[in-house]
């Protein structure tokens, strides 16, 4: 039989967008149709974003991205003041970058395997790619200690993560260089999770209350959503840069109507893309358009654009697009942790 | 220019089950090739479920199912004792099913419309659906209305959604006949919104808490997934229907590896079926396969099967064809929502 | 080793709509939305076809249809004057129907084997259905007879077609109760298949024309689209109801523009419906929606419907709402290969 | 009311891979998952494919690939050795590219407009690109033209499409330097359309047997299966690089059957690589997998790979890393043309 080092032996490496100046690729796409000409809007509407002073950067991210290689992407657009805010599912954010960022691997693998040796050899398949379940209890087991460290009472998700960023500050820092919490903790970009027990934290949070059954951490969404929209009242104007839909899209696109209940008038997202491959015909949230949103008065509809790809392939070509534009250069960090980082302190 | 009325008015109607006895077209499908034949083995495998003493079944819902006319085909499960637990999207169970419990309709829309003018009309898109914002509004405002009634401590989705079913009959009892988390609440199903404040009721939390800021009423969602787990540990076996994707699909897969954590040898799920568009190459969790469910160790690979279809069409056929099979009649109720009842009582 | 007996053992059997009143049922999706909606309205416009006393029906029929069970649907639809005229690929006309015809079987199947050793047992697959290759080889042999028969020179698609039914006739009639073929020669039914060498004919013509170097058969799609065109001119008004796209797709639009050519103001084709899966987003054809169409002057805009489905789940039950509803049976035979009939009868 | 030329503004541009280096970029995705890695694999295959000697290297087209800014990616893989024979569906060869070497041009649109209006501007769309239909006309009566002056008999499309050609270089040559029915022409690459009338050739023949009913060409699409497998008899071994599916993927999978029923032992294509969206789950051809047709025996699963990706994303990657990589500098000429030439010469 098989061994699991047998299935465990190549390692997805995360691209760089630093590397490939794709700025003449995507420039030349638009002039061409269907999801080339997309590609290009969505990119130049990007590049707007970032160009326009006062707008907030929203990203939101679904679909098993960083196990795909497309981790350090969004590192570098912290890095480089291209984000102001992550909205993401719990599978991206620990599953995948916590779990690296302990110091474990994502492996390439292929859908055409049997799953039940698979799963005698604890090797989990995310479509063609592996991981080592014992090393996933070993990142389940770092959330419950997280969490057991701390005062008892309800948080943000955003909160935790930030948390999650000190314990690998106060652990001898990640045991890579592209960690995406870590690069937010530092920069003072706030990541929201709205599902957040959707994910291997859920596993913590499981472990922590089962053994403190009285007194114990809770994930507060819905004081996720009242931060989120907190962000959204305090940015002149706001864009949203989504891949894939799923919860994030939903939730980053409603805090406009949130905004709205607590203060008459917020404005709607002023630019808007969303990479996709989602058939709008079934009428599910993630594949709804742009258009769709603005009945809701979520989005503007000037300036919005969907790219009918899966993400491997488009979102280096955006992100590239807009690093090596170079427009982000100029661009004031908006830092916008810090509206709440007093509370954050909390540590028992 | 148009009005409100001009394009709100004809209403969705709920498709009855149990009017269309469907089962010889479903064994039609069986010597079939394709999505017929897939849909004929879940509906077997779904009837097989509920033939299984020993099997609590649970039915995950994603998706804009409820005003897309499927919200009857959930009654009539709760109503015949065809499901045990119910894992929802928001949408779902607040914007679609509670508002109609309050006497909102869906109406019959186009995709081919200003939704410019919808904005400005204060009407709402779901593709070809349309929704009255201002009613919208209402429900959200009936949300923190019941928050606000609460004792202020974090809450499973579970508990409050049963405080929902409870204001429902505390308040001359719903507006329709078919009203999912009426019934629920009335049968004793308990009903998990793992992203709860991604919907209605996250605007209503939002202004409870704005409003109390200090001392509030909280969605606790890592309790949705410790309350979840508790009813896979109480469960000999266990089986999902689930209806598109989404967290709901990932979450209750999940409770398989959050059981084994907490017990030694939880079984994995031992029946799955999935209605869905998704396209397993986006190596997304909502098209990912039960076989590669199974390599997580999440889902037995010997009844399990995925239908390609969009809801409306599958849904009726599948749940159709168990219903007037019958196997429901001896069935003995399983009211998981008693587990959790007392803790229930909490009304300030 | 396994052997061919072992994959070859249940026999796809083909719906009878005759036996399903899907009336009610689909009645009831005319108040829902998204695909029920869809398909709802779709089945009207089909009905309507066939009450418009000067409509023409053509059906057009792409993707492996009758090997997952739809043939008898449209045997059915010719048995009961609900089709005029069929547009076809080859596959599904040679490889299935005429197949089957002689006496062999399509086979339940499964995604889910081991290719080489199929290729190895002389198995072929389409999805999840089985072919002996060997039966299939009889058939391209069969066809290479027929072509041997007939006077050497360029033949329609159409007149082939209807040598292929007159080759049941005369060799003692088809194994089977429900062949399109022989349905279609007893009829008056004509059938093209505009890309004929591309299919088990195209075998068959291959090793014609190997034989007889200097003077053979040949495939005239030239003609096939000259007759088409006439049918159009001689028809009122035409209806199109579309299984999958493809060439026949195309194929059936595109003779309103060629009968505008040899006509001024020939009439677009007055109510279309399409069964799919395929996605708006790539710009081909087989997605191109009819409102597309209409730009060209294809198609009115006033009765066209898509339906976003996989074909073994929509077709009988637009096929069989239409036959339930009985306008059909005030319907006059058209009969319209009377027009080509003399000239048929061209055997050496 | 708007003009004409209000719409036909923006002309579309075809993308110049020589001009786009995007070798690192494809080897990045080597250790991704998902469609970047199948790409770079895919990628890698072609190459492969060009680096055989003994590899006859056949592209199949389908979708509106040419007026969607892909023609020169097709032109360049001509003019630079790296495709031997072409299979197309006709409107890409004479909707698009004879269209284009006539001076014509497609046009930057919007899926977002009123198609009525379109109709009566004579302007037809391909999802968001317009074309004059007066120019298309013109395209039209072209092919009419040409077939006017030829031999009245049976022609396959290759020796069409070759008088095609030569009608060029008897005019003054093209009026475009990317025209690919030129590029092949010049350099004796055979390119068959086994559709033939499915496109504005169809109009032109439809008008040259309407005006010459007694004696004229016709398309023998018989001639075009015998021709493309007498080429797969004459190679070594085979590679196909398929764009979109429908008949040209299956006419060139078959002619492995072909090949096998004139010789025995004809070996299978050694490689295989397809871009496509299709989903697999409703089983056509378009969509069916490469390890589905190695079970006919058509295609060996070693080197194969499909690429899930709308064409003008993945096409410009693939082709353009194998161009920068310059395996093609070595490459011999096949000149497969000249199997046939002597035959082509028959101009009446």
Not at 78 to 94: E, H, K, L
Not at 279 to 301: F, H, N, P, Q
Not at 331 to 341: A, D, N, T, Y
Request: aromatic content about 10%; some cysteine; hydrophobic content about 40%.
């Amino acid at each position: 039989m098989a061994q699991k080092k047998d299935y465990l032996k190549e390692i997805i490496k995360h691209i760089d967008i630093k590397q490939h100046n794709v700025v003449p690729l995507v420039e030349a796409m638009e002039s061409m149709a269907f999801s080339a000409r997309d590609l290009n809007r969505a990119a130049k509407i990007y590049e707007k974003m970032l160009t326009d002073k006062d707008c907030t950067v929203i990203l939101t991210l679904a679909g098993s991205l960083f196990s795909a290689g497309l981790k350090k992407v969004v590192h570098d657009l912290i890095a480089n003041n291209m984000v102001d805010v992550i909205v993401s599912t719990g599978a991206i954010m620990v599953d995948q970058d916590f779990f690296e960022a302990l110091g474990f691997k994502h492996y390439i693998g292929s859908p055409y395997v049997d799953d039940n040796e698979l799963r005698e050899l604890h090797i989990d398949r995310i479509y063609d790619t592996f991981i080592d379940e014992d090393e996933l209890r070993i990142c389940d087991d770092t959330t419950a200690k997280i969490f057991d460290s701390l005062e008892p009472r309800p948080y943000s998700s955003r909160e935790l993560l930030w948390h999650f960023g000190k314990y690998l500050e106060d652990n001898g820092g990640p045991k890579v260089d592209d960690s995406v919490i870590y690069a937010a903790y530092k920069n003072n970009v706030p990541i929201f999770v709205p599902a957040f027990s959707d994910c291997s934290a859920g596993f913590g949070i499981v472990m922590h209350q089962h053994n403190n059954p009285e007194n114990h951490v809770s994930f507060d969404s819905g004081k996720d959503f009242y931060e989120l929209t907190q962000i959204k009242l305090k940015s002149k104007e706001t864009g949203i840069f989504m891949i894939g839909g799923g919860v994030p899209k939903n939730f980053t696109q409603d805090i406009v109507v949130a905004a709205d209940i607590l203060r008459e008038d917020a404005p709607m997202h002023k630019y808007a893309i969303q990479i996709t491959v989602a058939d709008v015909r079934d009428g599910a949230l993630s594949s709804s358009t742009l258009k769709e949103a603005s009945s809701w008065g979520k989005v503007e509809t000037t300036y919005e654009q969907m790219v009918y790809s899966e993400a491997t392939l488009a979102m280096p070509l955006i992100a590239g697009y807009a690093y090596h534009k170079g427009v982000w250069k100029n661009r004031e960090r908006k830092e916008l942790q810090k509206l709440f980082l007093k509370e954050n302190v909390s540590v028992k």
